[in-house]
């Protein structure tokens, strides 16, 4: 199933129209290892109604999806504090969160139940390479998940795709999609995170980009951006398939 949305006018939130090339330079990863910055995304009660609605309904439609994929490896990017770790693991043979920031990965380690099959790793995506490595100590049929928008969040996704196919592992995106009401339910996520004068909006070339201050930026990819993008790059191929009235998941294979 494919279908395309482009970016509609937003009421009520002052869009900026502009071709954002390079996606941009901003810091993500120095905002994600700041316990504060971190938390304050990642805090059920800065979600909009919007995007407690996304989150539901991504983890629906992941347990129908990965009900049939049956990986044997599930490595969760953007874990945080392994609020999906079990029903994920539920999903899959061995199942590993890895998160940038220290204090949520303390705080999943603590919860951990001693079971085997769930482990926590505070790495970043960039170092990802030896986990997802065939012959590294995890089971082979392995897929790469970055729920909750994570995947537009990162600068260097070229070098995270190619590297990636490199490993020959599927790769799962669950991203928000470009909707106004999406757009709109973001903005309200965002003021509450941090407050509405540090927030900008762009009607960019590869979808619809906040930035908060200096440090955070997250873009809403328009499906035909991303998969043209992965399809010049590299050998993945697969599905996009539209949940909720939100989110897009990519589900990608080699
Ligand atoms: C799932 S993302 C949330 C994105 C946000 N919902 C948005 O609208 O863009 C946040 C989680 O990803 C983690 N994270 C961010 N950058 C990361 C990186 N480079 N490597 C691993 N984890 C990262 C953060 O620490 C945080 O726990």
């Known amino acids: 199933m494919y279908e395309t949305h482009s970016v509609e006018p937003v009421k009520d939130v002052d869009v900026e129209k502009r071709v954002i090339r390079p996606l941009a330079s901003t810091p993500n990863n120095d905002f994600y290892m700041s316990i504060r910055d971190s938390e304050r ?8 109604a919007e995007v407690t609605q996304f989150l539901h309904d991504e983890r629906n439609h992941l347990t129908k999806v990965l009900l049939q994929e049956q990986y044997e490896c599930i490595i969760e990017v953007g874990c945080h504090a392994g609020h999906n770790s079990e029903w994920l693991a539920a999903l899959c043979t061995q199942y590993i969160g890895v998160d940038i920031n220290k204090a949520a990965i303390d705080h999943a380690l603590q919860k951990k139940p001693r079971s085997g099959c769930i482990d926590f790793l505070c790495t970043s995506v960039e170092k990802l390479r030896s986990l997802v490595l065939p012959e590294g100590k995890y089971p082979r049929r392995k897929l790469v998940l970055f729920p909750f928008n994570l995947f537009g969040n990162f600068i260097n996704v070229v070098e995270l795709i190619e590297m990636l196919d490199m490993a020959g592992v599927d790769l799962a995106m669950s991203n928000f999609n470009t909707r106004s009401d999406t757009t709109i339910g973001r903005y309200n996520y965002y003021v509450n995170c941090f407050g509405n004068s540090s927030i900008r909006v762009y009607d960019a070339e590869q979808g619809v980009l906040f930035k908060a201050g200096q440090k955070f930026r997250s873009i809403a990819y328009k499906p035909e951006y991303l998969t043209k993008l992965v399809h010049d790059i ?17 589900l990608l294979t080699t």
């Open 41 to 48: 995304i990642m805090n059920p009660e800065c979600f909009s």
């Open 234 to 250: 590299s050998r993945h191929h697969g599905i996009i398939t539209p949940f909720s009235t939100y989110g897009d998941l990519f």
